[in-house]
Structures are given as structure tokens and as C-alpha cells.
């Protein structure tokens, strides 16, 4: 039998009307988030304006509740349910309300403090991201060191192991700026600066995990009722201190998203749901499995794409 695994966007999959459902169970997502953070979620997701939803305090709840609605709504109307869920960083918390791990209004106001807090470790336009296509892994992990070995101003690291051949780095804008232009001297057939308003996933996001540490030891975790992969480990893991240190971790190390989808691969993880807004994972799905079949599921009326799943 086929397995199948459900995956959860993170930060930049969001849009203007990306879920304006009437089913009981996209109803009530938006209600229990709105009561949990104290603003109309609903009113934001699909009213805007856009560039306060855009803004990391407002996206990560935004998105998460989006993801959850969708997950909550498929359950319910006869979707196969995963063998297995992760999310890319922000998507980790609505892969871990999926499975049972945590509440989903601790969890929304849990991303509401974790957006808050990474913006404000490194100011706006102090720091950034880059998408850094065609160079190995270790090549770059290289160039990273000795770029910040350099730098008068800071650092730059690797953030997110997308897939083979794209890494997306973080740092300070000058140090950022300067491996750019070393990866595009090393043959990286592209080199990408990302409209991100922090430098997410590296160590620079020390004083946003410091303080989402304390938010952590006062929620309740469980172990899951779906087995989950987390970020950092790229591994799955169910106790529940486990779950709540690479939490912590996960917002200043980089993401392994390459490795989570490898491990899946060998365990012949071939059929994938990407559970909210856009097409972006199932992109990265595909380019680290190219046996892989994905189907992305962002509004109500896509339901009848899970079919293709029925038998899993």
C-alpha cells in the first residue's frame, strides 16, 4: 500500500483571498484564530490590506489558520488521511495541530509571538535572504564560512536545504551581498535576493529563539497521533521535549527540507498533499523525487484532486 504525506507551506506562499471558504470547518478555523489573537483573521486573509498581511507578525497566523481550515475541511469531507506530515518552517505548526501535537489556538498565538520576535532580532533592511541555485551543498556551506570569516559586518548561512541544487541563505545585507557575488564568480546559475523582511533560520534569530523558548515552556505538547517529521532533525520524533527544543532550534538553524523529503523516499513516501496556499513545496517535492506525485490543495473546491489518493 501507498504511503501518503501531507505538506504544510511556510512564509511566501501567502496571498490576498487565499481561502475564502463557507464550510463549518473553514468557518470555525477563522473563528477560533480570530478569538485566539483578538483581530478578524478572516477580514485580513481576504480583505487585506495586503501589506499588513505580508507583514511576518500577521502572515504566520494568517497562513496557519489557512492550512489547518484546509486540512481540517479535507478530513472531514472523505480526503485520505497522511501516513505521515511535516511543514516547511512556519508550515511545522500546522503540521504539528494536524497531528495532535498541540491546540491549534496555542498555536496561533504562538506564530503571532514568533513572527513578532523574528522581525524584531534583526531591523528591516539590516538583513536579508538569498536563493542560491546550482552550486553542491558542501560548496556552498564553504563559501558561507569564508565569506563571514571576512565580513567586518556580520554572517551568512545556510537557512533552508530546499532541494538539490537550491539552498536559500541568510545573513546581514553586506555579508549576504558579498557570497552572492562569490557564488555568481563559482558558476551558481543563479543568485536571488528574496523579498523577506529578516534574515531568517540562522543564528542571527538568537534572541527571537531565546524568547520563543519561554513562550514554548508554557504550552502543552503531546506526543503525535500522525507521525510527524520536524525541520531540524529532518527526522521523525515523538517525545514531546523533543518536539519543543527543535522548535526553539528551528528558528535559528537552517531548515532540512532535502534530507526530510530523502527519508521519505526510502521509506517509499511517494504521494504528497501540499495542504494550503500555492505550489511551492510540491515544486521542491519533486525536484529531490522525481518518482513523486504531489497534488496541492488551497481551496475547497480542489477536494476532488485528493481522490487521485483514494486507494493510499
Not at 554572517?155 to 553586506?174: S, T
Not at 557570497?179 to 534569530?205: D, Q, Y
Amino acid at each position: 500500500m501507498r504511503k501518503l504525506a501531507y505538506v504544510f507551506p511556510g512564509q511566501g506562499s501567502q496571498s490576498l483571498g487565499m481561502l475564502e471558504g463557507n464550510s463549518p470547518e473553514v468557518i470555525r478555523t477563522y473563528e477560533e484564530a480570530s478569538d485566539a489573537i483578538g483581530y478578524d483573521v478572516w477580514e485580513l486573509v481576504n480583505r487585506g490590506p495586503e501589506k499588513k498581511l505580508n507583514q511576518t507578525e500577521y502572515t504566520q497566523p494568517a497562513l496557519l489558520t489557512v492550512s489547518v481550515a484546509l486540512f481540517r475541511f479535507a478530513m472531514k469531507n472523505g480526503a485520505p488521511r497522511p501516513d505521515v506530515v511535516l511543514g516547511h518552517s512556519l508550515g511545522e505548526y500546522a503540521a504539528l495541530v494536524a497531528s495532535g501535537v498541540i491546540r491549534f489556538d496555542e498555536a496561533v498565538r504562538l506564530v503571532q509571538k514568533r513572527g513578532q520576535h523574528m522581525q524584531e532580532a534583526v531591523p528591516e533592511g539590516e538583513g536579508g535572504m538569498a536563493a542560491i541555485m546550482g552550486l553542491a551543498e558542501e560548496e556552498l556551506e564553504q563559501v558561507c564560512v569564508s565569506v563571514s570569516n571576512l565580513s567586518r559586518s556580520g554572517l551568512v548561512e545556510p537557512a533552508n536545504y530546499n532541494a538539490p541544487g537550491q539552498v536559500v541563505v541568510a545573513g546581514d545585507l553586506e555579508t549576504l551581498n558579498s557570497l552572492i557575488e562569490k557564488c555568481k564568480g563559482l558558476g551558481a546559475r543563479r543568485a536571488i535576493v528574496l523579498k523577506v523582511s529578516a534574515p531568517f533560520h540562522c543564528s542571527l534569530m538568537e534572541p527571537a529563539a531565546e524568547k520563543m523558548k519561554l513562550h514554548l515552556e508554557k504550552v502543552d505538547l503531546l506526543p503525535p497521533e500522525i507521525p510527524l517529521i520536524q525541520n531540524v532533525s529532518a527526522r521523525y520524533e515523538r517525545e514531546p521535549e523533543v518536539l519543543r527544543t527543535n522548535l526553539v532550534e528551528q528558528i535559528r538553524k537552517p531548515v532540512k527540507w532535502t534530507d526530510s523529503v530523502r527519508l521519505l523516499e526510502e521509506e517509499g513516501v511517494l504521494d504528497f498533499v501540499e495542504c494550503g496556499p500555492g505550489k511551492v513545496l510540491s515544486g521542491l517535492v519533486k525536484r529531490t523525487n522525481r518518482a513523486a506525485t504531489c497534488v496541492s490543495f488551497g481551496s475547497e473546491l480542489e477536494l476532488a484532486n485528493l481522490t487521485v489518493f483514494g486507494d493510499s
